[in-house]
């Protein structure tokens, strides 16, 4: 299973990829999509929105069942990926590209230290 060592990762099977910009973008993992399905709905947080790390503020939904997507970090939600309205099967189809979820300003970069390495998240998920 495709589990790229450049990422950061949640026990949640969220996906961080920091940007050096101080934003990250957000996605969830291939496991994530596997357990689930295919994906047929998407609901995104709005550019702007204030989120806290744990927080729940996205919804996806499989023929499966509906899963929430909670925020890594904390902090302002920059763009969220307007395609995935029209084309949530993207996140099924490219997890750590084209199936981003959305990109936040982090408000606490220290953060990103305690998220997964690629290691320790594969040992959560039972890889």
Same mark, same amino acid.
């Given at each position: 299973?495709? =589990? &790229?060592?450049?990422?950061?990762? %949640? #026990?949640?099977?969220?996906?961080?990829? @920091?940007?050096?910009?101080? /934003?990250? %973008?957000?996605?969830? %993992?291939?496991? $994530? %999509? #596997?357990?689930?399905?295919? =994906?047929? +709905?998407?609901?995104? &947080?709005?550019?702007? /929105?204030?989120v $806290?790390r744990?927080?729940?503020c996205?919804?996806? #939904?499989? /023929?499966k069942?509906?899963?929430?997507?909670?925020?890594?970090?904390?902090?302002?939600? =920059?763009?969220?990926?307007? #395609?995935?309205?029209?084309?949530?099967?993207?996140?099924?189809?490219?997890?750590?590209? @084209?199936?981003?979820?959305?990109?936040?300003?982090?408000? @606490?970069?220290?953060?990103? @230290?305690?998220?997964?390495?690629?290691?320790? +998240?594969?040992?959560?998920?039972?890889?």
């Amino acid at each position: 299973m495709e =589990l &790229p060592d450049k990422l950061k990762y %949640t #026990e949640s099977h969220e996906w961080i990829a @920091d940007n050096g910009d101080g /934003t990250v %973008t957000v996605g969830i %993992t291939a496991v $994530a %999509t #596997e357990q689930l399905g295919e =994906l047929v +709905y998407v609901e995104l &947080p709005q550019a702007g /929105t204030r989120v $806290a790390r744990g927080a729940n503020c996205a919804v996806v #939904e499989s /023929t499966k069942a509906a899963s929430e997507v909670y925020a890594p970090v904390g902090g302002e939600v =920059l763009e969220a990926n307007a #395609e995935l309205s029209a084309h949530p099967e993207r996140v099924n189809q490219s997890p750590y590209a @084209d199936g981003w979820l959305f990109k936040i300003k982090v408000a @606490d970069r220290g953060v990103l @230290d305690v998220l997964l390495a690629r290691d320790a +998240y594969a040992k959560s998920a039972g890889l």
